[in-house]
């Protein structure tokens, strides 16, 4: 695999960021071993939770994911080796939200359950518009200078928030965004195209996209009269219903019988062949779904086969 290293501020990473999501929901710590050690051996480290990940499931409080990865790193002694990113602000069952102290208990706590003494990339989770956009910032900006955090990025905010909070950054010389993570994906443009990501390209944010895969529909599993047994199948069939996924998955199919190549990984190459993206966020429960989406980034697609999965998602 040929060296494709994408910068987000001063971070070198990997073009596919590892999502942590399903460990502790769809995987058990073993197999998330597993995915973890297969990710990083075919050249991977860029690996991305959150606190809150897996509250949703029964029995959990959120944490989990955290508590797998850093057991992960403990087991194998190689966080420095490792592009790690947490978020904060979720929170479950009631939103944490981005108060000062919000922020300062969130990382805190993040930091004794990943097993270190700083996280590379921390989001902010969700946008918390009861805050200040300068609190908000102030703090980060403290964590920064404090060691425990190197990089500061933003995920689920407005266009006019996020502008808000880089223009503060910048006029008092404080810590700035250098990534947002925006739901994108071939059946979900607009969650991203439009005012957002003009604000990305004329700030120069790194963009890494989740729900990369729509839950898993454009791996193309998902077929009409099929029936899938995944915790995120009524997520992804969803957009069988739709024309357009109908489409994108028409346009899905024959891009990948022209490369010989499984949709998932055509998803994700178009996703890194738009504007300011650098690395699509995408999971996997078990070792097997791993090659698909390692393959997007030696994935060149050519500007006729971008077009038309383009028009099919319009």
């Known amino acids: 695999m040929a060296d494709h290293t994408q910068k987000i501020g001063n971070l070198s990473v990997f ?5 942590g999501n399903v460990f502790g929901w769809t995987a058990n710590e073993a197999e998330s071993f597993r995915v973890l050690d297969a990710y990083v051996a075919a050249g991977g480290n860029f690996i991305d939770t959150a606190d809150v990940y897996s509250a949703w499931v029964p029995g959990n409080e959120g944490g989990e994911s955290e508590t797998i990865l850093g057991n992960w790193f ?7 080796d490792v592009v790690l ?12 939200g981005l108060t000062s102290s919000a922020i300062k208990s969130g ?8 097993q270190t003494d700083y996280i590379d990339l921390y989001y902010t989770h969700y946008d918390d518009p009861s805050v200040p956009v300068e609190e908000i910032i102030t703090t980060l900006d403290e964590l920064v200078r404090e060691g425990k955090v190197r990089e500061i990025a933003a995920s689920n ?7 808000a909070q880089l223009t503060f950054s910048t006029r008092e010389s404080l810590a700035r965004y250098v990534a947002l993570q925006p739901h994108y994906n071939l059946v979900s443009r607009d969650t991203f195209e439009g005012e957002l990501a003009d604000v990305a ?3 120069h944010l790194a963009t890494i996209p989740y729900y990369s895969l729509a839950s898993g ?5 998902y077929r009409p009269g099929t029936v899938v047994d995944s915790p995120r199948s009524s997520g992804a069939a969803k957009h069988l219903e739709t024309e357009r996924g109908q489409k994108v998955l028409a346009a899905l199919d024959d891009v990948a019988a022209n490369h010989r190549t499984e949709p998932a990984t055509v998803a994700l190459a178009w996703l890194l062949a738009q504007p300011t993206v650098v690395a699509p966020l995408a999971s996997a429960s078990s070792v097997d779904q791993l090659p698909a989406l390692l393959a997007s ?11 038309l999965l383009t028009s099919a998602s319009d």
Request: overall charge neutral; aromatic content about 2%; charged content about 30%.
């Open 15 to 19: 073009p596919l960021s590892l999502g």
């Open 74 to 80: 403990a087991s194998r002694g190689n966080r420095s």
């Open 85 to 96: 990113a947490t978020k904060v602000g979720a929170g479950s069952p009631e939103p944490r």
């Open 107 to 114: 990382v805190e706590e993040s930091l004794q359950r990943l």
């Open 157 to 163: 905010v407005g266009a006019d928030r996020l502008e």
């Open 201 to 203: 390209a004329r700030h």
């Open 217 to 221: 529909f454009l791996t193309g599993k």
């Open 297 to 307: 980034v030696d994935l060149e697609l050519t500007k006729p086969e971008l077009d």
